[in-house]
């Protein structure tokens, strides 16, 4: 079986950009879920979504948003890019609700000039 | 979800056992045990969970004590490959995925 699969790798944006990062989960997983880790404050849970439906949200601004389609990939944004959020975004994806087992994409390397 | 603290940083030398500690003073009857590592630049790999018995899979074994206030991941015999961060998650499995992650041990295999 395939992993979780994060595209792109790379990305390089300018402040006030936005940006759309995908995630396609391991197939057969309804529930992906997006982190976001730092140096400075290490892997932070951004939101989940199952079934199409955003079921938990972590302490982010607004400028980050996510869906979730009906073959489960998932894509997240971030709006009016600040330096603050360059970061590697990882994708997580799990079969069901309600397990803590994750499996996780490689991630996507942001980084806002 | 209850709080763990884990120690910084560890080494172990190739082909030894590396035995990484977590303590969860707090952690409440419905909480499970969790153990993800990072290999650098990777995103966290899955390892091994557990409730109340001692579990064991083909990476590692977690041993966790009968007051259930601490836990040790075992790695029985540890290759360079090994080096990573290992986080230790405590969680309820009742509602979503979601995984809180602290600061984990930086395990150090040397040769």
């Known amino acids: 079986k395939a992993g979780v699969t994060q595209t792109p790798r790379y990305l390089i944006k300018t402040r006030g950009q936005q940006v759309t990062l995908s995630c396609s989960p391991i197939s057969g997983h309804r529930s992906v879920s997006w982190y976001q880790q730092t140096p400075g404050q290490g892997l932070q849970f951004l939101f989940e979504?199952?079934?199409?439906?955003?079921?938990n949200k972590g302490n982010f601004p607004g400028r980050f948003s996510g869906r979730q389609f009906s073959n489960s990939r998932s894509e997240m944004n971030v709006s009016t890019l600040e330096l603050g959020d360059s970061a590697l975004y990882l994708c997580?994806?799990?079969?069901?609700?309600?397990?803590?087992?994750?499996?996780f994409g490689p991630g996507t390397r942001l980084t806002v000039l | 979800d209850a709080k763990t603290t884990q120690p910084p940083s560890m080494d172990c030398a190739e082909g030894r056992a590396a035995n990484l500690p977590c303590n969860h003073s707090t952690i409440s009857g419905n909480e499970y045990v969790y153990w993800y590592r990072q290999i650098h630049s990777q995103g966290p790999q899955y390892i091994i969970h557990?409730?109340?018995n001692n579990e064991t899979n083909e990476m590692a074994s977690l041993i966790i004590t009968e007051d259930r206030k601490s836990s040790t991941l075992i790695l029985p015999h540890a290759t360079l490959r090994d080096t990573a961060v290992y986080y230790c998650i405590v969680r309820v499995n009742n509602a979503g995925n979601m995984l809180t992650f602290g600061g984990g041990t930086r395990l150090m295999v040397k040769p």
């Open positions: 997580a994806s799990s079969p069901g609700l309600a397990t803590g087992t994750q499996y």
């Open positions: 979504y199952f079934s199409e439906t955003q079921r």
């Open positions: 557990g409730l109340k």
